[in-house]
């Protein structure tokens, strides 16, 4: 493969989902975004969904303002307000490493990616550790479709996903007692469920880089820190290292990490979360209300450690 030769992937709005979706949502961003509840949206997206995931949803889409102002990305920052300062984050050519026991690296270009995968449109709930949410529509694929075509060994029991390490672009990784770069780690079951999504964006629109550009990992049912943003690599293995969170501190950060009301942070209770787009607080639900598709991933619910 030459690499020299690959071009920036500059996505076009209807290449992030069809053109009369995008055309209906743009109508419905410039109109309605207020007042539409996300429940109503099934209908929207119908076509581009096997199963209906939203039912669970019964409160409004979050504004494209408040998902793409209020962030975690600690590689940048630790207040909400650090979409400044990803700007600086370069996502031109962006190459994704493919790593395997006893194999040779490979590389592939997210423009690649694409040209291999339909993108659809997903509305998820998207549950922060911190007790805040919010209703996202995301755009791209799902997880299972781009580990058919990476084609992992048959023994694989974990995928690991890791973001840049760029302390000239990312000032919070001139902290070099962290170890960076942030990783996560999910099992292969996990990878493989339909709900785990790789988003490339957001709204009808690209990514923006405080959001995670140029791809980024979305796991619903899990608190957010799970869903690694800006994936340079990604590794299979037969055995499981700790992730970023888990290496820092591992008894407020658990390598399951599924959102349940009844087992509280050490800084936050679950049992409540805040709506950032309304400020109303709702009950948190077991596995973020989508235990109906993923509780039989993990067996006996009365053990806590597989939520933290």
């Known amino acids: 493969m030459n690499l020299s030769k690959k071009k920036f992937i500059n996505f076009k709005e209807d290449q992030i989902t069809k053109k009369s979706l995008f055309l209906n949502r743009r109508k419905f961003i ?5 007042s539409i509840l996300a429940s109503n949206l099934s209908n929207l997206y119908a076509n581009n969904q096997k199963t209906n995931y939203n039912k669970i949803i019964k409160r409004k889409l979050t504004s494209y303002e408040n998902i793409t102002k209020y962030n975690n990305f600690f590689e940048f920052g ?20 493919i790593s395997e026991n006893n194999m040779p ?16 449109e997903r509305v998820y709930k998207f549950r922060c550790v911190e007790a805040w949410s919010m209703i996202v529509p995301w755009q791209g694929f799902e997880l299972s ?38 990783k996560e780690i999910i099992t292969i079951e996990e990878a493989m469920h339909p709900l785990a999504f790789i988003a490339t964006g957001v709204y009808g ?6 959001n995670g550009a140029p791809i980024r990992l979305v796991l619903p049912w899990k608190y957010g820190f799970k869903s690694i943003k800006s994936i340079v690599k990604i590794k299979f293995s037969n055995t499981r290292t700790k992730s970023f969170w888990e290496t820092i501190a591992p008894k407020e950060y658990g390598f399951w990490a599924n959102v349940n009301p009844k087992v509280p ?9 805040k709506d950032i787009e309304s400020g109303n607080k709702y009950p948190t639900q077991l596995f973020n209300g989508y235990g109906e598709w993923v509780a039989s991933l993990y067996g006996d619910l009365n053990n806590k450690s597989i939520f933290f």
């Open 30 to 34: 410039l109109g309605f975004t207020g």
């Open 78 to 97: 630790t207040t909400k307000q650090i979409w400044k300062q990803a700007q600086k984050l370069n996502i031109q050519n962006w190459l994704i490493k």
């Open 105 to 120: 690296d490979r590389n592939i270009y997210l423009e690649d990616i694409i040209k291999k995968i339909d993108l659809e």
């Open 145 to 182: 479709k781009l580990i058919n075509i990476l084609k992992p060994r048959l023994d694989t029991k974990y995928v690991e996903f890791q973001t840049f390490y760029r302390p000239k672009e990312a000032n919070n990784q001139k902290q070099n007692w962290y170890p960076w770069p942030y």
């Open 205 to 210: 629109e690209p990514l923006p880089k405080q």
């Open 265 to 273: 942070h050490r800084r936050w209770s679950q049992e409540y979360e």
